[in-house]
Nanobody, 122 residues
Framework: QVQLVESGGGLVQAGGSLRLSCVAS????????MGWFRQAPGKQREFVAV????????YYANSVKGRFTVSRDNAKSTVYLQMNSLKPEDTAVYYC???????????????WGRGTQVTVSS
């Protein structure tokens, strides 16, 4: 059983930055690809970014490409999401999740955190 805890969310003005963290425990972190997803009120959960188990490969949703960067520190069992040039449409609850596959589909992720709220004001 893997436990994931996100942190770093908050309220920021448009154009600002936030760095989300997700700490994993209870499993072998370096085995898993780590994904970030988000869900805005009234909308379905959507893929944001994924990093493979080694950290050598990343993939982003078109909506965040060039603004967000995903990284990981396997020694700390932590994955990060650096978010720059934030827009009001980035407002959502952000979740991290684990998968044994380097994929972007939510149903292929096994363990999920509880999420952290990101609110971007205009």
């Amino acid at each position: 059983q893997v436990q994931l805890v996100e942190s770093g969310g908050g309220l920021v003005q448009a154009g600002g930055s936030l760095r989300l963290s997700c700490v994993a425990s209870g499993g072998t972190f370096r085995r898993y690809a780590m994904g970030w997803f988000r869900q805005a009120p009234g909308k379905q959960r959507e893929f944001v970014a994924v990093i493979d188990a080694s950290g050598d490969n990343t993939y982003y949703a078109n909506s965040v490409k060039g603004r967000f960067t995903v990284s990981r520190d396997n020694a700390k069992s932590t994955v990060y999401l650096q978010m720059n040039s934030l827009k009001p449409e980035d407002t959502a609850v952000y979740y991290c999740a684990t998968s044994l596959r380097y994929v972007s589909v939510a149903r292929d992720y096994d363990y999920w955190g509880r999420g952290t709220q990101v609110t971007v004001s205009s």
